[in-house]
Structure formats: C-alpha cells, structure tokens
C-alpha cells in the first residue's frame, strides 16, 4: 500500500510516498481502507517538528480520516465489512474525563497517522459515520467537529438566546457556528475577510466583524449584545485574541480555549479584566468516544453537513498541506484516496 511518511527531516517538502505491507489486523482490531481524510493544523505542526523535536521517525501523519471495514480481528464484533467507520483522535480516550496517560495514543503523533491506503486501528477507537456524508465530509468530524461539539455542548452548554463569538472561518469555527446555531444561540464570528464573512453569514451567523479592519472588534461585541458581552466565545487566535476575549465576555461568561494561530504565549495577560468578568477560561482538547457518537446522532437527526473548502487527490498530498499552510480556506481541505 501506499502511504506517506515523515523520516526524520521535517517540513512538509520532505514528506515521502512510500510503500508499505497491508497491515494485518491483530485481536480486538480493525483493519480499513481508508476513503479519505481531513488535514487540521497539528498535522502541520506535527511535519514541521513544532510538538515534538524528537519525533520518532518513520511516522505516518494526519489524525483524521474516514475508511471502510476490510478486516477483522478475532474477537472484534462492534463492527461489519463495510461499515464505514472513523477513528477518534485520542484511541484511549472512551468517556469520561481524560488523563494525561490519554495523550500517548493521539492519532498522527505519537501514533500512525491515516494518510495510508490502509491503517489497523483497535475497534474501540472507532465510530460509524452518518450515512448521509459523503466521504470528505465524513472525514471532517474526528478533531474539527468533535473540538466544536466540546466546546459548544458538552462544556459550553450553550442554549437557545445565548451569544457565541466564533473566531475565524476554520473547521472548528464553521463546526461552532452551526452547533451553536442548532442550539438557538446568536453566533457573532470574526475573518479578515468580508467574502468569508458573507458566506459565515449564509450558514447562519448573525453578525460578522473583520477584525483586520475594526481591530477592536471586542467593542463591537459589547455593542451588538447592549454592554453586556458574549456568553461564549471560542478563542482559536491565542495570543492575539485572549485578552480582547476576555474584554468582550460577559460576567460569569465562558472562552473555551482551542487554539493558539497567532501565538501560544499571552504576554500581558489581563488578570484583572478577568476577575472582574469572572471569566471562566476552558482549554479544549478534541473529546472522547462518548462525545464523538453524540455529535454524530446530532448531525444524523438534523441533517447538518460539515463545510468542505477543497478535495485533493492522493498524489498531490503535498499540495493539499501548502494549501493548508496559507491559510486561506474556508472549512476542511480533505484528500480523497
């Protein structure tokens, strides 16, 4: 079979296609053909060598993705041939609250990743699709949808009169913004991009701020909810946008923190507008199995489709990671096997 690799340089440029035996699924596991899968940012992180300096190589990257059963192993019955099936991010992480002994089975780093015709997972780390998917969408769930569904349900709890901030037009921003939505919840989101703003409002936003133009789009929040401020706000920028979170949360409100794309480190961090607004600061990372089959029943009951920005080939897999680099899409770049 054919899958890509990281061998021990890192950057995407140094990625290779390689070949590799069809793995053998042993006990209790699975063995799929993969259809496709998603990229997110830590898969770039990951190539780049930004997580880990001392990643053990060869390492097949990309966390998400969407196959078919091809084989099972004895003693493996929570499956069928031909069940279409998704590994979660975190293999070890079922229900629950996470331990720190979770991390060590993440998909794509420390662990073989999906971008491979094949891969051979352990049954409970696998879920069914919804069947009215298609594959590329399908493949968009593991991290961006679940990390939404995290944030916005299980943690969030957010309910109908509520106002979200949703930053950016990512996977996980497009996933909040349409979870939110299904809740009953006003969704403000922030782009540098009036076109993404327009097309964020045809999923269902209610306002837009491009944040390039009003860099104190936090004022604009406290504007459009009378003073107030946000109940939620899903903070993806990190550096540049915690503290303005913070400045356009309500008292008691919650930022669920998911991502760090401007920064990871908050210097100048505003303690005091914190006190003062009670806020309540959420790290999020992915979820669980449990949390993974509830968004599905979600999205099955009420038809909601995840937003696909561009589909690659396989073979141009290197192109699909430059694509993801520039930062210009709007919902999930997938790559079709």
Known sequence: MKVYEIQGAFGIDQLKEVERPIPVPGPGEVCIKMRAVSLNSRDLGVIDGFYNPDLKAPLIPVSDGVGEVAALGEGATRFKLGDRVSGIFTQSWISGEATRDNWVSALGSPLD???AEYAVLPEKGL??????????????????GVTAWHAIVEEGKVKAG??????????????????????????????SSDEKLKR???LGADFGINYKQTPEWDQIVLELTDGRGADHIVDLGGSATLNKSISALRVGGQI?????????????FAIIPAILRRARLQAINVGSRDMFES????????????????????ERTVEALQYLAEGSYFGKICIKF
């Open 113 to 115: 990743g999906l971008l």
């Open 200 to 202: 964020a409002k045809e």
């Open 256 to 268: 669920s923190m998911v991502g760090g794309l401007s920064g990871y480190q908050v210097d100048g």
């Open 295 to 314: 968004m599905n029943l979600a999205i099955r009951q009420n038809g909601l489709r995840p937003v696909i920005d561009r589909v690659f080939p396989f």
């Open 127 to 144: 879920v069914r699709v919804p069947d009215h998917l298609t594959d590329e969408e399908a493949a968009a769930l593991p991290c961006a």
């Open 162 to 191: 509520d106002t979200v901030v949703v930053q950016g037009t990512g996977g996980v921003s497009l996933f909040a913004l349409q979870f939110a939505k299904l809740h009953g919840a006003t969704v403000i989101i922030t782009s």
